[in-house]
């Protein structure tokens, strides 16, 4: 691998010596590397980011996850116009899970021989705080060794003002329940003029982050998202890195990023530009070098498709994703990956990028 002390192009030379000496790479730099044409250069800052973070031995390391997905309900009182998943009750095709279909899915999963459950949903107002805690030890009475992560800080929000607890307080019960981790979802685009289009109803960015400080204070690891390739600019996503960054440093409790592209089809959002490969490419390098503080880059196979995502291992992603047995949310808006991955599958992918693949859970 080239190193990045050979890095040509003037602008990167200026990133890739921040990089080397250990100084943080400030909004600028952020928005030179969202618009460079040079991806290769870019790609060695973002893994030689990336080797620092993990260190020598872990370089080749490349974390995948055997999980299920749990999407309890569709029906949802805000009806986000990015979203194509959500439906209103008495709707054809709304649904909710009972706590018994909920415990079967688990069984079924466990048979497949998951590690891990991924749970969110919609603000659905029939449901009440017992049906949440319940469901968290239901699926611990399954198999205890089962890792949770669970709801975003959309519908943490909500519990919180519907059952009239605090967010530390929800949490502490959440823990009680079973709760290992957030999934980080719902934080989309933080700029308000941007959410107002895509998300208006939805917590304020604000809003979002709180709710992450305070898991971060109950002693919660979380993930954090970015929904790119809609209605956002690149101002907007180096705001949106900038604000991820000031908390990290504030609390340390972001464990992975997670640039999720928009998926258009069945929204109400009308997205005319599609993201080239090179447009994926640069915002998840440009997230690995300027989120230097955060330990792990996520790329998700079943958003990007399998092949970007075996490529983006190059360019600062050190977890590929996981099965995600029973997806539903990113192939109701189109997606054409399958939605459950193989475990053989990921390895490949992961071992054919000439690297290692390391089974984890969100506990990693
Ligand atoms: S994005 Fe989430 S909060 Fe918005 S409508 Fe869909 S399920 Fe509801």
């Given at each position: 691998m080239?190193n990045?002390?050979?890095?040509?192009?003037?602008?990167?030379?200026?990133?890739?010596?921040?990089v080397?000496?250990?100084?943080?790479?400030?909004?600028?730099?952020?928005?030179?590397?969202?618009?460079?044409?040079?991806?290769?250069?870019?790609g060695?800052i973002?893994?030689s980011?990336?080797?620092?973070?993990?260190?020598?031995?872990?370089?080749?390391?490349?974390?995948?996850?055997?999980?299920?997905?749990?999407?309890?309900?569709?029906?949802?009182?805000?009806?986000?116009p990015?979203?194509?998943?959500?439906?209103?009750?008495?709707?054809?095709?709304?649904?909710?899970l009972?706590?018994d279909?909920?415990?079967?899915?688990?069984r079924?999963?466990?048979?497949?021989?998951?590690?891990?459950?991924?749970?969110?949903?919609?603000?659905?107002?029939?449901?009440?705080?017992?049906?949440?805690?319940?469901?968290?030890?239901?699926?611990?009475?399954?198999?205890?060794?089962?890792?949770?992560?669970?709801?975003?800080?959309t519908?943490?929000?909500?519990?919180?003002?519907?059952?009239?607890?605090?967010i530390s307080g929800?949490?502490?019960?959440?823990?009680?329940?079973?709760?290992?981790a957030?999934?980080?979802?719902?934080?989309?685009?933080?700029?308000?003029?941007?959410?107002?289009?895509?998300?208006?109803?939805k917590?304020?960015?604000?809003?979002?982050?709180?709710?992450?400080?305070?898991?971060?204070?109950?002693?919660?690891?979380?993930?954090?998202?970015?929904?790119?390739?809609?209605?956002?600019?690149?101002?907007?996503?180096?705001?949106?890195?900038?604000?991820?960054?000031?908390?990290q440093?504030?609390?340390g409790?972001?464990?992975?990023?997670?640039?999720?592209?928009?998926?258009?089809?069945?929204?109400?959002?009308?997205v005319?530009?599609?993201?080239?490969?090179?447009?994926?490419?640069?915002?998840?390098?440009?997230?690995?070098v300027?989120?230097?503080?955060i330990?792990?880059l996520?790329?998700?196979?079943?958003?990007?498709?399998?092949?970007?995502?075996?490529v983006?291992?190059?360019?600062?992603v050190?977890?590929?994703?996981?099965?995600?047995?029973?997806?539903?949310v990113?192939?109701?808006?189109?997606?054409?990956?399958?939605?459950?991955?193989?475990?053989?599958?990921?390895?490949?992918?992961?071992?054919?990028?000439?690297?290692?693949?390391?089974?984890?859970?969100a506990?990693?």
């Amino acid at each position: 691998m080239m190193n990045i002390d050979l890095i040509k192009n003037p602008t990167l030379r200026r990133v890739a010596d921040k990089v080397r000496s250990g100084v943080p790479v400030d909004e600028n730099d952020a928005l030179a590397m969202l618009a460079t044409a040079d991806v290769v250069e870019l790609g060695l800052i973002a893994d030689s980011v990336r080797r620092r973070i993990n260190g020598a031995t872990a370089y080749y390391g490349v974390y995948y996850g055997v999980n299920m997905n749990l999407n309890y309900t569709n029906v949802c009182e805000l009806r986000c116009p990015l979203c194509a998943y959500s439906r209103d009750e008495g709707d054809a095709d709304a649904f909710t899970l009972s706590l018994d279909e909920i415990e079967q899915r688990v069984r079924r999963a466990v048979g497949f021989g998951i590690d891990e459950v991924h749970i969110v949903g919609g603000l659905n107002p029939a449901l009440s705080l017992e049906y949440f805690t319940e469901m968290l030890r239901r699926i611990k009475r399954v198999k205890p060794e089962l890792f949770i992560v669970a709801f975003t800080a959309t519908e943490y929000d909500y519990f919180a003002r519907r059952s009239g607890m605090s967010i530390s307080g929800l949490f502490r019960v959440m823990i009680d329940a079973g709760l290992g981790a957030l999934p980080g979802g719902g934080a989309e685009i933080f700029d308000p003029g941007v959410r107002g289009r895509i998300a208006p109803r939805k917590i304020s960015g604000e809003r979002w982050l709180a709710v992450m400080r305070e898991a971060h204070h109950a002693g919660l690891k979380t993930n954090a998202t970015m929904l790119y390739n809609h209605i956002e600019n690149p101002s907007h996503i180096v705001d949106h890195l900038s604000r991820i960054r000031d908390l990290q440093n504030e609390t340390g409790g972001f464990k992975t990023f997670v640039p999720l592209p928009f998926h258009p089809e069945n929204t109400a959002l009308a997205v005319e530009k599609q993201a080239t490969g090179f447009d994926d490419i640069r915002i998840y390098a440009t997230a690995r070098v300027y989120l230097h503080n955060i330990p792990h880059l996520k790329g998700l196979w079943m958003y990007l498709g399998e092949k970007l995502a075996q490529v983006m291992l190059h360019f600062g992603v050190d977890d590929i994703g996981a099965t995600y047995h029973y997806e539903k949310v990113v192939h109701a808006a189109g997606a054409t990956t399958d939605d459950v991955g193989s475990e053989e599958r990921l390895r490949r992918i992961i071992e054919n990028a000439g690297m290692t693949p390391v089974r984890a859970t969100a506990a990693y």
